[in-house]
C-alpha cells in the first residue's frame, strides 16, 4: 500500500488535490473514480517521508473524545463480522485527514477502525479509518496512534476542516 498525489476534475468542472492510499497507480485511478471524479494526473508513490511531511489539511492540537470500534471476523465469511468492544479516547491533534489517538492499547499497524469524532456543539463525525503509525510512550506506558480517514464523505471532511480552521490558533 503507497500513497499517491493526485490531481481530478469534480463535476463542477473545479480541479482538486489530494493524496490516496492504494496498492498502484491503477487501483489509485479506480478509486478516485469510484468517489465520482475524473482523474487528470497520478504521481508517482509518495515515500512516507513526503507523505507526512506535505500535510493537505492544517491540524489543530486540541482534545476531542473519539470512540472507535474494531472489526473482528467471526469466521472466514467476510460478511460474518463483528466489533470488538467499543473504547473511549481523546485526540492529541487532528485534522480533515485524520486524528493522533493517546491510547493505554496498542493497535496493530493497518487495523481499520469504525470511530466516531465527537466535536463540541456539532454532530459527531462518523467513518472508518486505517492505523497508519504507532509509537509507544514509555514513561507513560500509552501509545500515540495515528489514523487516516478513509471513507469520510467530502461534506463530512468539510465540516471537519471547517471546524479546525475556526478553533486553530
Known amino acids: ?4 498525489r493526485y490531481e481530478a476534475k469534480k463535476e463542477t468542472g473545479e480541479i482538486i488535490e489530494s493524496i490516496i492510499y492504494a496498492s498502484s497507480q491503477e487501483e489509485a485511478m479506480e ?3 469510484d468517489m465520482g471524479y475524473l482523474p487528470v494526473k497520478i504521481g508517482d508513490m509518495l515515500s512516507p517521508d513526503s507523505v507526512s511531511e506535505k500535510r493537505i489539511y492544517v491540524r489543530l492540537d486540541n482534545r476531542v473524545y473519539v470512540r472507535y470500534k474494531m472489526f473482528k471476523l467471526k469466521t472466514k465469511n467476510a460478511d ?3 466489533y470488538e468492544p467499543e473504547v473511549a479516547v481523546i485526540t492529541k491533534n487532528m485534522s480533515a485527514g485524520g486524528l493522533l ?3 493505554s492499547e496498542s493497535l496493530a499497524l493497518g487495523t481499520i477502525i469504525d470511530l466516531s469524532l465527537e466535536l463540541p456543539e456539532e454532530n459527531p463525525v462518523q467513518c472508518l479509518a486505517r492505523v497508519v503509525r504507532i509509537e509507544e510512550i514509555v514513561l507513560d506506558r500509552d501509545y500515540e496512534i495515528a489514523v487516516c480517514f478513509l471513507d469520510l464523505p467530502n461534506l463530512e471532511r468539510a465540516r471537519l476542516n471547517r471546524y479546525v480552521l475556526r478553533y486553530e490558533q
Request: proline share 0%.
Open 101 to 103: 489517538l493517546r491510547t
Open 80 to 82: 460474518d463480522i463483528d
Open 31 to 33: 478509486k478516485i473514480k
Open 1 to 4: 500500500m503507497g500513497a499517491y
